[in-house]
């Protein structure tokens, strides 16, 4: 079974077992020659000539000597191959891994071979869509937005001056092969903290209490990179050997500020995150660079994709940097927005689906997406007590041009005011599929 695993398509082990196999045929060409030659050359009757007609199977009938020969032949390739595949493999494998190394090795070299996408976001969005791609592309590229200012990334950023790590650190666990393990390490919180009302942890001044494994040890990287934040996130993609890559939307930390209709300043990511009847944000500064690797990431994307994530907080902070929303409207691959499931507390009370798209749209100031793929299963399980509601779907939206609409069961059975991982994954590789020819005009006539 392991063997003929080895012989499926996409390992890449078949064109050089064949160049093998080649090569013994030759040199087994090359012996029967040389054995015919000494045959020839022996007296009739002599020991020699004896020794050949017995190497040669001369005793047997003519038409059996192939049989006899081909079939011990491929007795001895199967037999040395599955020994040397077994030699090689077993010393790799890790200790307690469940599957093969054959079965790894065909899943890596199949997510090689995946589109190249780039997520923009954060919070607990941008990591549910991460743990659904890993699965079908490591060619993944997650833009994390450096607005937090609460918790435990608010605090390291007070003290350190470092962007926020929490996003960063929880994109991290999503992308990490051993996602589990991972997830119990990074995300321990040193006991001490404080849990607030809303969800973010308070830490200790001056101590541990709150703070996450995953903070610390990019702070600290951070820290041995000299101070190079973008160095010290891509040393952690590096020493966790993440499916892709994670990055910063910049190296520098923003402050994010709204006002409302009734005329207030809000100023703070987790402020806004809490406020009703938002009309407008921005950040400070406003000329903040953008990460190098991040622009690179953007242009390079067969599919952009913007969401879930908190509208204002997790999704605009990234797109008002001025590079960041450059890149993206000028972007070459499909550019999709993936609306939320379920409304917000706070942000997005009572916004519909044409809201969503609206107020991203007119927050960017620019035109920035091409297809908007929402959950059309509204129904699909009981929500608890006090959940926030579905996103209904009015459409279209009040922007021009409106993206194209696509509807899909999206929604997780078990959390129905979140997105289910691997559903939310097919239906975005089943939409750039769909629009694979229109992206290509749609991207030069951008260019031109």
């Given at each position: 079974?392991?063997?003929?695993?080895?012989?499926?398509?996409?390992?890449?082990?078949?064109?050089?077992?064949?160049?093998?196999?080649?090569?013994?045929?030759?040199?087994?060409?090359?012996?029967?020659?040389?054995?015919?030659?000494?045959?020839?050359?022996?007296?009739?009757?002599?020991?020699?000539?004896?020794?050949?007609?017995?190497?040669?199977?001369?005793?047997?009938?003519?038409?059996?000597?192939?049989?006899?020969?081909?079939?011990?032949?491929?007795?001895?390739?199967?037999?040395?191959?599955?020994?040397?595949?077994?030699?090689?493999?077993?010393?790799?494998?890790?200790?307690?891994?469940?599957?093969?190394?054959?079965?790894?090795?065909?899943?890596?070299?199949?997510?090689?071979?995946?589109?190249?996408?780039?997520?923009?976001g954060g919070g607990t969005g941008l990591s549910t869509l991460l743990r659904g791609l890993?699965?079908?592309?490591?060619?993944?590229?997650?833009?994390?937005?450096?607005?937090?200012?609460?918790?435990?990334?608010?605090?390291l950023r007070q003290e350190l001056g470092i962007p926020p790590v929490g996003d960063i650190?929880?994109?991290?666990?999503?992308?990490?092969?051993?996602?589990?393990?991972?997830?119990?390490?990074?995300?321990?919180?040193?006991?001490?903290?404080?849990?607030?009302?809303?969800?973010?942890?308070?830490?200790?001044?001056?101590?541990?209490?709150?703070?996450?494994?995953?903070?610390?040890?990019?702070?600290?990287?951070?820290?041995?990179?000299?101070?190079?934040?973008?160095?010290?996130?891509?040393?952690?993609?590096?020493?966790?050997?993440?499916?892709?890559?994670?990055?910063?939307?910049?190296?520098?930390?923003?402050?994010?500020?709204?006002?409302?209709?009734?005329?207030?300043?809000?100023?703070?990511?987790?402020?806004?995150?809490?406020?009703?009847?938002?009309?407008?944000?921005?950040?400070?500064?406003?000329?903040?660079?953008?990460?190098?690797?991040?622009?690179?990431?953007?242009?390079?994307?067969?599919?952009?994709?913007?969401?879930?994530?908190?509208?204002?907080?997790?999704?605009?902070?990234?797109?008002?940097?001025?590079?960041?929303?450059?890149?993206?409207?000028?972007?070459?691959?499909?550019?999709?927005?993936?609306?939320?499931?379920?409304?917000?507390?706070?942000?997005?009370?009572?916004?519909?689906?044409?809201?969503?798209?609206?107020?991203?749209?007119?927050?960017?100031?620019?035109?920035?997406?091409?297809?908007?793929?929402?959950?059309?299963?509204?129904?699909?399980?009981?929500?608890?007590?006090?959940?926030?509601?579905?996103?209904?779907?009015?459409?279209?939206?009040?922007?021009?041009?409106?993206?194209?609409?696509?509807?899909?069961?999206?929604?997780?059975?078990?959390?129905?005011?979140?997105?289910?991982?691997?559903?939310?994954?097919?239906?975005?590789?089943?939409?750039?599929?769909?629009?694979?020819?229109?992206?290509?005009?749609?991207?030069?006539?951008?260019?031109?």
């Amino acid at each position: 079974m392991n063997l003929r695993r080895w012989l499926t398509p996409g390992i890449g082990v078949k064109r050089w077992l064949l160049v093998l196999f080649l090569g013994l045929l030759v040199l087994a060409v090359a012996v029967a020659h040389v054995l015919r030659q000494l045959g020839n050359a022996q007296p009739p009757g002599s020991i020699g000539a004896a020794l050949v007609d017995v190497l040669t199977l001369q005793f047997l009938p003519f038409g059996l000597r192939g049989l006899v020969i081909g079939v011990l032949g491929l007795a001895l390739v199967v037999s040395g191959a599955a020994g040397v595949i077994r030699s090689v493999t077993d010393p790799l494998r890790e200790p307690g891994a469940v599957e093969p190394l054959v079965e790894t090795l065909y899943q890596r070299r199949f997510r090689a071979r995946g589109p190249r996408i780039v997520a923009i976001g954060g919070g607990t969005g941008l990591s549910t869509l991460l743990r659904g791609l890993k699965d079908h592309t490591s060619n993944l590229t997650a833009i994390v937005t450096v607005a937090d200012d609460g918790g435990s990334s608010g605090a390291l950023r007070q003290e350190l001056g470092i962007p926020p790590v929490g996003d960063i650190r929880n994109c991290v666990v999503a992308l990490a092969d051993a996602e589990s393990l991972m997830s119990r390490l990074l995300q321990y919180r040193f006991p001490g903290g404080r849990r607030l009302p809303d969800g973010p942890v308070e830490t200790e001044p001056g101590g541990l209490g709150g703070h996450a494994v995953g903070n610390l040890l990019l702070a600290a990287l951070t820290a041995i990179e000299d101070g190079d934040f973008e160095e010290g996130v891509r040393q952690l993609n590096r020493v966790l050997a993440v499916r892709g890559q994670v990055l910063p939307a910049s190296p520098t930390p923003i402050t994010l500020s709204a006002s409302t209709v009734d005329g207030r300043t809000i100023v703070g990511q987790s402020n806004v995150m809490r406020t009703p009847g938002i009309e407008r944000v921005w950040i400070s500064p406003a000329d903040v660079a953008a990460s190098g690797d991040a622009l690179r990431a953007i242009a390079e994307a067969e599919l952009l994709v913007i969401g879930p994530g908190s509208l204002y907080t997790s999704l605009l902070p990234s797109l008002l940097i001025p590079a960041i929303g450059g890149a993206v409207a000028a972007a070459p691959g499909l550019r999709v927005y993936v609306c939320n499931v379920a409304t917000q507390r706070g942000e997005t009370e009572g916004f519909d689906l044409s809201d969503h798209v609206e107020a991203l749209e007119r927050g960017a100031g620019r035109a920035l997406v091409d297809v908007v793929l929402a959950n059309d299963d509204l129904d699909l399980a009981p929500r608890p007590d006090g959940a926030p509601p579905p996103v209904t779907l009015r459409w279209p939206p009040n922007v021009v041009p409106a993206p194209r609409l696509v509807l899909d069961a999206v929604v997780s059975r078990a959390e129905p005011h979140h997105h289910d991982p691997e559903r939310l994954a097919t239906a975005l590789l089943r939409t750039l599929e769909h629009d694979a020819g229109s992206v290509r005009r749609d991207a030069a006539a951008r260019t031109a």
